[in-house]
């Protein structure tokens, strides 16, 4: 068990180390890191974890850490203690790498913030970050969210009616994301 919590802390260290552009562009790494890498949990369990993260307060990242971390060890077969270790263990893993940057590069910004080299460099993280939110939102375009047309049709069109509706209704600020959610969450309930 406790290899299982080094591995998390490390996992999760990563993620927040290298998860620039916040919650949306860490989905890919965790699911890199927790689904196919080390197994601790399935696609479908990943794709409830994002939904669930979404729609609970706080950063996508942090709860998924906090969930994973739970999940992993309980399934491992750990007591319910060990599981809040364990989310305890993976919440500050993700956290602390974030912590010393903005520590850091704080100090940084308010000496160097205005020269042509920072400028520079934060615009090349710019594209770099539109590119993980875009990975993100690849990776959850898969069967578990949408069906499959060979398998089951309606469900599969149904789901993409529901995702396109919900899509241009926020981006043209029709409807709050929140309650796109819960539009998107009745719909679903009573369409399935």
Do not use: C
């Amino acid at each position: 068990m406790i290899l299982m919590f080094f591995q998390l802390f490390w996992t999760f260290f990563k993620i927040g180390l290298f998860g620039f552009g916040g919650g949306y562009a860490m989905i890919s790494m965790i699911q890199g890191e927790i689904v196919t890498k080390y197994g601790w949990i399935g696609h479908k369990e990943f794709t409830d974890i994002i939904a669930i993260s979404q729609m609970t307060p706080g950063p996508i990242g942090i709860n998924s850490a906090t969930y994973v971390g739970y999940t992993s060890v309980v399934n491992a077969g750990g007591e319910t203690w060990l599981g809040i270790l364990g989310s305890a263990i993976a919440t500050f893993a993700v956290v602390l790498p974030s912590f010393i940057l903005m520590l850091t590069v704080s100090r940084m910004l308010i000496r160097y913030g205005h020269t042509r080299t920072v400028e520079s460099v934060f615009m090349g993280l710019r594209p770099a970050v539109v590119g993980l939110i875009a990975s993100a939102a690849i990776i959850l375009m898969n069967t578990e969210n949408f069906g499959s047309p060979e398998t089951d049709l309606y469900h599969f069109v149904i789901s993409v009616v529901i995702f396109l509706l919900a899509f241009i209704a926020t981006l043209k600020k029709w409807v709050h994301p929140i309650m796109a959610i819960i539009i998107a969450g009745v719909a679903g309930f009573f369409l399935f």
